[in-house]
């Protein structure tokens, strides 16, 4: 498939809408595979008796290899065809989760996340390089916003089907059938995976940024830092939320199920908006600087404040200010990947993006570890609410003052250039 699509779009061609819907819809698998540890923890603690330290390093596990392959993965992304790694991640991530479901024993249940890790490693580079090559910017915030959609779902439908299934049948099941349904999506994908230049053709000739010269971006490392701030929730909120449910909160499973699932439906919901009113924001006239800017500070500070609240009040409050977080959630989700892809352009979106996940998702690793320190030594979660919190007001401080403004950089071999303002560095 190749577009011509012009960066004035406005409807996107059936091919790219076919194309969009499967990377949505891998997102959604891809993060129900990265959760469902998370959802089954409270029965695999009691099965091989575990600490919750111990749960919390077999929580943050996946991280370790995640976020160390990615840098390979987002290099990948730019040198051979995006379409083709894409595949090849999601048959591994796929295979290791219906492989967890037969493993019984701490380290086998470590190194097949370890792969799972290796294998969803490249879902985040690829979804930035196609959507920088081949969708017209026009159109970007929407389409990112329903990746963002699809990356919610998935945790409310690990929670709330998957809650209630492995409650009734045992968690191994849930993983077995989940893996090998999954690999149905290859069968698409061969089908409408985009091929050809895109329009990346028409955009930035020139040479290509190396790593060096993302690296040295101010830009760059405050995506990065905004990440780890942004996901850190997050990443909290999927790895521990089932947790917190039942044994701080004493929800039954059934009850933790319906509460998570709404949760992250809600994000799924405010991500999706938040994309809309974007993109027609800007296209009335808003900068992209403005406009992404204040999703990313409100969805923030709402997310920080809220989960903060939801650990000092009673559970019936308690849940309505974690639905808040959800909506505080998807606003951010709505302007992550915008500002990265506006930045790089389409050439360097891949190494950007991969460089960018490895250091933001280590978050991942630190929440879920972090969480289950703090939980062996004061019984309880008010100080790893506190902790997301803090980290919500550095990620604040991080997209204002190190990533504004929001504008294209130009990419030449000794002359970095976004929008007028030239800053001549080393080769």
Known sequence: MTTDSGTNATKLPRALRYVLALLAFSVFINYIDRGNLSIAAPMLKDELGMSASQLGVLLSSFFWTYSLFLILSGWLVDRVSVSWVMAIGFFLWSAATSATGFLHGFTALMVVRLVLGIGESVAYPAYSKILAKYFPASQRASANSIIASGLACGPAFGMLLGGVLMSRFGWRSFFVVLGAISLVWLLPWFRWMPRGPGIAAEMQVGPEPTTLEILKQRS????????????????????????????????????????????????????????????????????????????????????????????????????????????????????????????????????????QCAFGNTSGALASAVTGFILDRTGEFFWAFAVAAALCIVGVLTWLFLVCPVEPIIWTRRTSVALGKARVEPA
């Open 220 to 355: 760059a490392w405050g995506t990065f830092l905004g990440l780890f701030c942004n996901a850190y929730s997050l990443y909290f909120m999927t790895a521990w939320l089932p947790f917190y449910l039942v044994r701080e909160r004493h929800f039954s499973m059934d009850t933790m199920a319906k509460i998570g699932g709404a949760v992250f439906l809600t994000q799924a919901l405010s991500s999706t908006i938040c994309g809309r009113i974007g993109d027609r924001w800007i296209a009335a006239g808003g900068t992209r600087t403005r406009v992404h800017m204040t999703f990313m500070t409100a969805g923030l500070l709402g997310t920080g404040g809220c989960l903060l609240a939801s650990s000092l009040v009673g559970p019936t409050l308690s849940v309505g200010l974690l639905l808040l977080v959800g909506v505080s959630l998807g606003s951010t989700l709505a302007s992550t990947w915008p500002i990265s892809q506006t930045l790089a352009g389409p050439r360097a979106s891949g190494r950007w993006t991969g460089l």
